[in-house]
């Protein structure tokens, strides 16, 4: 995580890269800094929390140079306050690094013994002593990087700056993405494309184990040892966006108002509207043949992927292996080539699903990747492309990203079933309809559960848990609404399986405990019905989210009941998104937390 930026230029650059840095503050945000080099000083500039701290700093004492590095932090190793900031500073090398140095410790025993004073807490002062140690020992600044390079072992993406050489910016790539970019008379360093689209749009982006030796004329790369690599250079897509909430209060509430059109945009590219069949692009994988899917995602992906698990097994027969990442990657699970494997990320860039990536690409299987971000390490390493069209998603709690992998999923999950054979023309045309229904049904339901979300956000505000029961593709949603609800109110929730509740979690039921049942009229209905008189029973308050046959099938007492539209069960989950992004948005609102930004997470995770 964390975000890192450098330019070498022909004007100051201290405000650029903070400008740089506002569009990396999705990757952390716990600290940021700015280093630049000026008449043979280097100086800096650090501030714990959000960015505007350091803009402030930097308005009471700006910072001249033209060439400079600068970082956002999601603190991995030390607290995060000014002393653990990056840049970090030895002997006239500076240091910004997004990763992990594994060996960090043992490195800082060495360097200790040999006389070195450590001022911080992090694992990536120790690549600053490194250095500061081989330049001391007579190496020139490359090699210095480069012997150092030779000696750290992790997950890292780093930029270092010289005291002695202020037109160069060494960066290198071992894991989280860096990439080049070329201005005119000026060069760029960032972790990706997006912190560099005000600057320029030709792109080269690093591979794993390369350095860059950056000047303001051009770039040089070379492996860990030295040699000469190539790498093509490409017009980037990202655009130089604005960061902009419209009308609204926070990124996620435009976010959230936005699933309509944007899931319309990325519906629209794997199904023909016209003649109501999947089209080409959905076929990108031979699932026809495919004897299975793997898919593996990480938190509100991974529940995508899970919900995509529900409807490639049902409509296409294909047999589903999902794990999370994490566990993906080190489960030495047996797969054949014969198999296809799916990855799904909004970032594309998530540590974790990229190893397992690896792990898939390792074992021969076809990788398909459903991304949002096109330009990512994960797109890039994936046989074919799924985009997800969402947009930028700013809001640190996923939402439109969450809702166009899923339609990319449905859709998909057609596709497969229509060349395995398992649906006729009309079944899949019938579905396609269903999806081409769904933007229209979603505008009406944002418009219809507005009203009722503040007061229930009040009595949720005042809750310490609250448990979240579904059955079918309700399950994940159920943990997806729990997950929505604790990363952004800090309320602790839970998802269950309905069916699990008698299992173990009906223990916690009182009168204190809100329990949100997702239950649409669906072949489940009446079992999620017994699960929720359980609930009644014992006390517990019920807050019934379901469709108009639900309301009408069930006479229970509830704290709230709302109702949507009835809709197929194809895109239900979708549409029972909304209003469990709505509760988590509202109750957060309500508390006064950061929503946006909430404590301690980060947009993109390119750390295990
Ligand atoms: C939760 C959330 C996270 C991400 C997860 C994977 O709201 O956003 O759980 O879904 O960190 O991130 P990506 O999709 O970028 O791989």
Same mark, same amino acid.
């Given at each position: 995580?964390?975000?890192?930026?450098?330019?070498?230029?022909?004007?100051?650059?201290?405000?650029?890269?903070?400008?740089?840095?506002? /569009?990396?503050?999705?990757?952390?945000?716990?600290?940021?800094?700015?280093?630049?080099?000026?008449?043979?000083?280097?100086?800096?500039?650090?501030?714990?929390?959000?960015?505007?701290?350091?803009?402030?700093?930097?308005?009471?004492?700006?910072?001249?140079?033209?060439?400079?590095?600068?970082?956002?932090?999601?603190?991995?190793?030390?607290?995060?306050?000014?002393?653990?900031?990056?840049?970090?500073?030895?002997?006239?090398?500076?240091?910004?690094?997004?990763?992990?140095?594994?060996?960090?410790?043992?490195?800082?025993?060495?360097?200790?013994?040999?006389?070195?004073?450590?001022?911080?807490?992090?694992?990536?002062?120790?690549? *600053?002593?490194?250095?500061?140690?081989?330049?001391?020992?007579?190496?020139? #600044?490359?090699?210095?990087?480069?012997?150092?390079?030779? /000696?750290?072992?992790?997950?890292?993406?780093?930029?270092?700056?010289?005291?002695?050489?202020?037109?160069?910016?060494?960066?290198?790539?071992?894991?989280?993405?860096?990439?080049?970019?070329?201005? /005119?008379?000026?060069?760029?360093?960032?972790?990706?494309?997006?912190?560099?689209?005000?600057?320029?749009?030709?792109?080269?982006?690093?591979?794993?184990?390369?350095?860059?030796?950056?000047?303001?004329?051009?770039?040089?790369?070379?492996?860990?040892?030295?040699?000469?690599?190539?790498?093509?250079?490409?017009?980037?897509?990202?655009?130089?966006?604005?960061?902009?909430?419209? #009308?609204?209060?926070?990124?996620?509430?435009?976010?959230?108002?936005?699933?309509?059109?944007?899931?319309?945009?990325?519906?629209?590219?794997?199904?023909?509207?016209?003649?109501?069949?999947?089209?080409?692009?959905?076929?990108?994988?031979?699932?026809?043949?495919?004897?299975?899917?793997?898919?593996?995602?990480?938190?509100?992906?991974?529940?995508?992927?899970?919900?995509?698990?529900?409807?490639?097994?049902?409509?296409?027969?294909?047999?589903?292996?999902?794990?999370?990442?994490?566990?993906?990657?080190?489960?030495?699970?047996?797969?054949?080539?014969?198999?296809?494997?799916?990855?799904?990320?909004?970032?594309?860039?998530?540590?974790?699903?990229?190893?397992?990536?690896?792990?898939?690409?390792?074992?021969?299987?076809?990788?398909?990747?459903?991304?949002?971000?096109?330009?990512?390490?994960?797109?890039?390493?994936?046989?074919?492309?799924?985009?997800?069209?969402?947009?930028?998603?700013?809001?640190?709690?996923?939402?439109?990203?969450?809702?166009?992998?899923?339609?990319?999923?449905?859709?998909?999950?057609?596709?497969?079933?229509?060349?395995?054979?398992?649906?006729?023309?009309?079944?899949?045309?019938?579905?396609?309809?269903?999806?081409?229904?769904?933007?229209?049904?979603?505008?009406?339901?944002?418009?219809?559960?507005?009203?009722?979300?503040?007061?229930?956000?009040?009595?949720?505000?005042?809750? /310490?848990?609250?448990?979240?029961?579904?059955?079918?593709?309700?399950?994940?949603?159920?943990?997806?609404?729990?997950?929505?609800?604790?990363?952004?109110?800090?309320?602790? *929730?839970?998802?269950?399986?309905?069916?699990?509740?008698?299992?173990?979690?009906? *223990?916690?039921?009182?009168?204190?405990?809100?329990?949100?049942?997702?239950?649409?009229?669906?072949?489940?209905?009446?079992?999620?019905?017994? #699960?929720?008189?359980?609930?009644?029973?014992?006390?517990?308050?019920?807050?019934?989210?379901?469709?108009?046959?639900?309301?009408?099938?069930?006479?229970?007492?509830?704290?709230?009941?709302?109702?949507?539209?009835?809709?197929?069960?194809?895109?239900?989950?979708?549409?029972?998104?909304?209003?469990?992004?709505?509760?988590?948005?509202?109750?957060?609102?309500?508390?006064?937390?950061?929503?946006?930004?909430?404590?301690?997470?980060?947009?993109?995770?390119?750390?295990?």
């Amino acid at each position: 995580m964390c975000g890192i930026v450098g330019i070498v230029g022909k004007s100051p650059v201290a405000e650029r890269l903070v400008d740089a840095l506002k /569009r990396l503050e999705y990757r952390g945000y716990d600290s940021a800094g700015v280093a630049t080099v000026h008449d043979g000083v280097m100086d800096r500039r650090r501030a714990p929390g959000k960015l505007f701290n350091l803009e402030k700093k930097l308005d009471g004492e700006p910072l001249a140079g033209l060439t400079g590095i600068a970082h956002t932090r999601w603190a991995t190793h030390g607290v995060p306050n000014e002393t653990n900031a990056h840049p970090h500073f030895v002997d006239g090398v500076a240091v910004v690094h997004n990763g992990i140095i594994e060996n960090f410790s043992e490195l800082r025993d060495e360097l200790t013994a040999a006389g070195a004073v450590f001022s911080t807490q992090t694992d990536t002062e120790v690549v *600053a002593h490194l250095v500061a140690h081989y330049l001391k020992a007579g190496m020139s #600044n490359r090699e210095a990087v480069l012997a150092t390079l030779g /000696r750290v072992t992790g997950a890292f993406a780093l930029a270092v700056m010289f005291r002695n050489d202020p037109g160069t910016i060494i960066g290198a790539r071992s894991g989280p993405p860096l990439a080049i970019g070329y201005g /005119r008379g000026e060069m760029f360093l960032g972790s990706d494309a997006i912190a560099l689209s005000p600057f320029t749009s030709e792109i080269t982006y690093l591979a794993d184990g390369d350095c860059a030796v950056i000047t303001a004329e051009d770039a040089e790369i070379i492996d860990f040892s030295g040699k000469p690599v190539s790498r093509a250079r490409q017009i980037s897509q990202a655009t130089a966006y604005v960061v902009d909430k419209g #009308n609204h209060k926070h990124f996620m509430e435009k976010e959230i108002y936005e699933q309509p059109e944007v899931i319309s945009h990325a519906l629209g590219h794997y199904v023909d509207f016209s003649t109501n069949r999947v089209s080409k692009v959905a076929e990108g994988i031979d699932f026809a043949s495919a004897t299975g899917l793997a898919i593996s995602a990480c938190g509100t992906a991974y529940l995508a992927g899970l919900i995509g698990k529900y409807w490639f097994e049902r409509y296409a027969r294909l047999p589903v292996e999902i794990d999370v990442a994490s566990e993906f990657r080190y489960r030495e699970m047996p797969l054949s080539p014969s198999q296809a494997a799916l990855f799904i990320s909004q970032s594309g860039e998530t540590a974790d699903t990229l190893a397992s990536l690896r792990y898939c690409r390792e074992q021969g299987l076809k990788i398909g990747a459903v991304v949002n971000v096109t330009e990512s390490t994960i797109a890039r390493e994936a046989d074919a492309i799924f985009p997800t069209l969402a947009g930028p998603e700013i809001g640190v709690a996923s939402t439109k990203a969450f809702t166009c992998q899923l339609g990319v999923l449905a859709s998909l999950a057609i596709a497969a079933a229509k060349a395995r054979g398992t649906i006729d023309a009309a079944d899949e045309q019938a579905m396609v309809k269903h999806l081409a229904e769904m933007p229209r049904i979603m505008s009406r339901v944002l418009n219809l559960i507005q009203p009722q979300m503040e007061s229930l956000a009040r009595e949720l505000s005042r809750c /310490r848990d609250v448990l979240y029961l579904g059955r079918g593709t309700s399950y994940p949603l159920a943990m997806e609404g729990a997950l929505k609800l604790k990363e952004i109110s800090y309320i602790h *929730a839970e998802g269950y399986a309905a069916g699990e509740l008698k299992h173990g979690p009906i *223990a916690l039921i009182d009168e204190n405990m809100p329990v949100i049942v997702i239950a649409p009229h669906d072949r489940f209905f009446e079992k999620t019905v017994s #699960n929720m008189q359980e609930v009644a029973a014992r006390g517990g308050r019920i807050i019934f989210i379901t469709d108009e046959k639900g309301a009408a099938a069930s006479n229970l007492p509830t704290m709230a009941t709302i109702v949507l539209p009835n809709v197929n069960e194809i895109i239900a989950p979708m549409v029972f998104s909304l209003p469990i992004q709505l509760i988590a948005y509202h109750t957060a609102v309500f508390m006064g937390t950061d929503v946006d930004q909430p404590r301690n997470l980060a947009k993109s995770v390119t750390v295990e």
